[in-house]
T-cell receptor, first 113, second 113 residues
Framework: GNSVTQMEGPVTLSEEAFLTINCTYTATGYPSLFWYVQYPGEGLQLLLKATKADDKGSNKGFEATYRKETTSFHLEKGSVQVSDSAVYFCASQNSGGYQKVTFGIGTKLQVIP | DAGVIQSPRHEVTEMGQEVTLRCKPISGHDYLFWYRQTMMRGLELLIYFNNNVPIDDSGMPEDRFSAKMPNASFSTLKIQPSEPRDSAVYFC???????????FGPGTRLLVL
């Protein structure tokens, strides 16, 4: 089955710092890749996704590029804000009908003023 | 549009008691998922339904757990009897199709004493 590995947190950054959260995956075939965000006390929300190699997903200043050669989907943001403090989950899902979504363990990001 | 609705948001109960968690999916979504989130195990898929029919319950931890979906707008997850190790956040999610984005509810935080 699929697996997703992401860096363990917590990650603490100062406001306006550059963010990278690493994510690598193993899968049979070519899955779709996702980043979800969970704000305190809330459910997971889709942040961005990419469905094929070299696709770049982007949203709210966050970006991630589907790298087939390195089986990676690292999340980046050029300048984080306090409001970005949350837990970020990398996930994968094979294509074709319903396929289970495999989530990483989540990386907690804390941005301090 | 209203998102996925879960109730209660918080539940505190004593070991041995029955617990019922409720979920209303987004209208028009044919898939419904129940997840459990813990620090130790991360996010686990317990069961999912397609058109109100349970398709895969292999993630349900044991017979104490049961889930139903009597109609397209309502699902329950029941734990009977509850145990302290069931303490977790339980999420319900729904999607239009099995390969489309899953939308999560705010979760039910369960504490079994």
């Amino acid at each position: 089955g699929n697996s997703v590995t992401q860096m363990e947190g917590p990650v603490t950054l100062s406001e306006e710092a550059f963010l990278t959260i690493n994510c690598t995956y193993t899968a049979t075939g070519y899955p779709s890749l996702f980043w979800y965000v969970q704000y305190p006390g809330e459910g997971l929300q889709l942040l961005l996704k990419a469905t094929k190699a070299d696709d770049k997903g982007s949203n709210k200043g966050f970006e991630a590029t589907y790298r087939k050669e390195t089986t990676s989907f690292h999340l980046e943001k050029g300048s984080v804000q306090v409001s970005d403090s949350a837990v970020y989950f990398c996930a994968s899902q094979n294509s074709g009908g319903y396929q289970k979504v495999t989530f990483g363990i989540g990386t907690k990001l804390q941005v301090i003023p | 549009d209203a998102g996925v609705i879960q109730s209660p948001r918080h539940e505190v109960t004593e070991m041995g008691q029955e617990v019922t968690l409720r979920c209303k999916p987004i209208s028009g979504h044919d898939y419904l998922f129940w997840y459990r989130q813990t620090m130790m195990r991360g996010l686990e898929l317990l069961i999912y339904f397609n058109n109100n029919v349970p398709i895969d319950d292999s993630g349900m931890p044991e017979d104490r757990f049961s889930a139903k979906m009597p109609n397209a707008s309502f699902s329950t997850l029941k734990i009977q009897p509850s145990e302290p190790r069931d303490s977790a956040v339980y999420f319900c999610a729904s999607s239009r199709q099995g390969y489309e984005t899953q939308y999560f509810g705010p979760g039910t935080r369960l504490l079994v004493l």
